[in-house]
């Protein structure tokens, strides 16, 4: 179909008496189109008045658009079943032209930023071989919108205290912070509210004070807002993830900055120009960090397993055995596992990064191979008991052995019988149960009550029982 442009020239050269074959001739049209041109004497392009095939059954369309959740390939098939002729293209060319079961077109948005205006922050989900294994990981990155710095960080899972140490590390990487951070709603950040009405959570918004920014939201659905920081995901999963291996999530985020250096010094043609050069602009521009910035961490509180370790996301770290049983609290920051029982008491270790079921002991708190555990001292009740009738050491030995319960109730429950029991009926009875090998002190006890009955309750020959 010839443009309004083309018919414009062909009416002209018409005019100026050129012929219809040089007409056609000059601008590689057949003749038959230069004549219905020139017999129109219309510069603007026909409309088509043909038949939609599709029009006849516009009501049953609309119907099945609806029924069928807005899927044309359903249509389609209900319509063919019903006896329709009609083509999968036509159907589709009629709904787009009358906007059925499309939405409406509208203009992307293009947003300008002042330099030390916004940063924008979020987080994303890739693909990594790391130590040998695939693995999914949270990259979290950060853009300044200005001069288009990326900053870009990877962790396993990205909670509040994940957010506070990567928005700390980026901060420290562009040497400054801007008036706004924009985020999209996540709930790392969001207390309630979305959008305008978004209120962050109480140690968010803390954070955000210590640096001098706010937390923003962009409306729910509105990805535009916060392309500066989604377009280079993409940028990240194809060109610094792919093809690479990394050997600990330290060697990942050691590679991901040095990968952020020199993008940051390369050539954009979508901003003609380079990051750091604009950089250097928008970094008067950024507010100045704290003269001290404390390390972000999270508190915890567990006690010592009966092994002398604390247990902290699967992984178990040691500490000096005589801490067992103690109550004690655990600060958790980016590197290090801070262990303390009081002021003068701490253990320090080297954090993993995630849960692995790991086991990490330092050989300060185990002894030298040879010297083993030291033993505790005896119970308070065994030296009573020993110091009280000496000559059932041997059974009171055996005893802590061989008895089924708690030492120290076995020993309280024989100083109980020591006590209230005379000496030669009882060091009978314990002689006997050594003989034989009985360690119950239920039995034993029995065993003292029919040898003090018989030689301290004997009844006279003869005299009958008297009844109460």
Request: aromatic fraction near 8%; hydrophobic fraction near 40%.
């Amino acid at each position: 179909m010839l443009s309004q442009t083309q018919r414009t020239t062909i009416l002209e050269l018409h005019s100026q008496g050129v012929s219809k074959r040089e007409i056609a001739k000059l601008m590689g049209i057949s003749r038959p189109t230069i004549r219905k041109v020139v017999r129109s004497k219309a510069t603007e392009v026909p409309e088509l008045q043909r038949p939609e095939k599709a029009e006849p059954y516009r009501q049953r369309i609309l119907e099945l658009v609806s029924s069928c959740k807005g899927n044309l390939v359903r249509v389609h098939e209900e319509l063919l079943a019903a006896g329709a002729e009609l083509s999968y293209a036509a159907l589709t060319a009629f709904c787009r032209r009358h906007g059925i079961s499309q939405a409406p077109v509208t203009a992307a948005g293009r947003y300008e930023f002042e330099a030390g205006e916004e940063i924008q922050h979020d987080t994303s989900p890739h693909d990594v071989e790391l130590a040998g294994k695939k693995r999914k990981v949270q990259t979290a990155s950060a853009v300044l919108c200005y001069s288009r710095m990326l900053f870009f960080q990877c962790y396993p899972t990205f909670q509040r205290f994940d957010c506070k140490v990567f928005l700390t590390d980026a901060l420290r990487y562009f040497s400054g912070a801007t008036a706004r951070v924009m985020i999209d709603n996540t709930h790392v950040v969001v207390s309630h509210g979305t959008g305008r009405e978004m209120v962050p959570a109480p140690e968010m918004a803390a954070f955000a004070e210590r640096f001098g920014f706010a937390f923003v939201a962009h409306a729910i659905g509105h990805a535009n807002r916060s392309a500066r920081v989604e377009r280079p995901f993409w940028f990240i999963e194809n060109n610094f993830l792919a093809g690479r291996k990394f050997s600990s999530w330290q060697d990942l985020n050691q590679q991901a900055r040095e990968w952020c250096d020199k993008v940051n010094s390369t050539y954009k043609k979508h901003i003609h120009s380079v990051p750091r050069e604009l950089f250097a602009v928008e970094r008067l521009r950024l507010k100045p960090l704290p003269a001290w910035i404390p390390e972000v961490y999270r508190l915890h509180q567990r006690m010592v397993d009966v092994e002398g370790y604390v247990a902290l996301h699967t992984n178990r770290y040691s500490v000096p055995i005589a801490w067992i049983g103690r109550k004690v609290e655990v600060r958790e920051t980016k590197d290090k596992i801070e262990i303390q029982l009081d002021a003068r008491n701490v253990v320090t270790h080297s954090r993993i990064a995630e849960a692995e079921h790991q086991r990490i002991l330092l050989p300060a708190h185990r002894p030298p191979r040879g010297q083993g555990i030291v033993r505790l001292q005896s119970h308070p009740e065994e030296k009573t008991i020993l110091a009280t009738v000496p000559e059932i050491a041997d059974y009171v030995a055996a005893l802590k052995q061989r008895s089924r319960k708690v030492p120290g109730l076995v020993l309280r429950q024989l100083l109980r019988l020591v006590r209230e029991y005379p000496r030669k009926p009882l060091l009978a009875a314990v002689a006997e149960a050594a003989r034989y090998g009985l360690y119950d002190l239920d039995r034993l006890e029995r065993m003292i009550l029919r040898r003090v009955a018989r030689e301290y309750f004997r009844l006279d020959e003869g005299s009958e029982p008297h009844n109460d």
